[in-house]
């Protein structure tokens, strides 16, 4: 069992949890996830670790309440434990295999979108502890849904932020601001690293194509089994069919097809639907 040491929201619908986690933290690199299941009747949950802290054996997710399982592990409280905690799987960022001479002048500009802000943070904070240049463009739909700005601040070169309603930051999409950044600025990047919804990693890499500036995409969003041995995170790339758990989660975002990967993850919405009908039933007694 996994201990649930700290649990606090982060927006509406989202809370982070830090859990005890003692080897997972010890191994974890950026980029990477862990299997979760709340209880032994659970659905296996990939999730993309937020952060981790080998000196106190603990690692952070930080989830949205969409589906049956996840609001069943953000109804668990401080103290409670998770049946299984399984990883870290996938493979780390690829910069994380580079040697110091390589990374010395490079500079990166991430894009984070929703809670794909927090997988960002442990690239952004282990890229700061090696003193590689990151700058952050964060976006949202309004400032009310931003999380870990905070947190990023304190480890980026600069941080900037995009909201659709101009309630904080760049009024506009996270794309107006990549242009703003390249062409109003005169920024340069060796490579832009996007992590957020679908729709808005498919946006960011048209943007970047633009620029021939090379792009890394996460596509976690997709797994289900985590292991590669129920296919549903196939995805194509550069017209090879990978899957995202085992040759992932991380891609060259232009040679993704996005709308392959956006039809396979709207698959499961139907199941998704009849599994919160019957949660509701089972709660209410109807």
Known sequence: ??????KRPLAENIW???????????????GQFVIVRVDEQGERVPLTIADFDPADGTVT???QTIGVSTRKMCALAEGDCLA????????????????SEELRDRRYLFVAGGVGTAP???????????GVAADVIIGAKTESMLIYTDEM???????????????????GMVTGKIKELIETEGKHYDECVAIGPMIMMKFVTLTTREYSL???????????????????????VDGRMLFTCVDGPEFDGHKVDFDEAMRRQSMYRSHEAQANEKHKCDCYGK
């Open 84 to 99: 299984d905690f399984a990883g870290p799987l996938g493979n780390p960022s690829e910069f994380v295999k580079m040697s």
């Open 16 to 30: 982070l949890l830090r859990v005890e986690a003692p080897r997972v933290a010890q191994s974890a690199l950026p």
């Open 153 to 171: 601040a304190a480890v980026a070169d600069n941080l900037y932020i995009a909201t659709d309603d101009g309630s904080r930051g760049f009024k």
């Open 214 to 236: 090379p792009t890394t995409v996460s596509l976690n969003a997709l797994m289900v089994d985590g292991t590669g041995m129920c296919g549903a995170c196939r995805v194509s």
């Open 61 to 63: 997710i930080v989830i």
């Open 120 to 130: 960002v943070y442990p690239q952004v904070k282990w890229l700061h502890e090696h």
């Open 1 to 6: 069992m996994f201990k649930i040491v700290e």
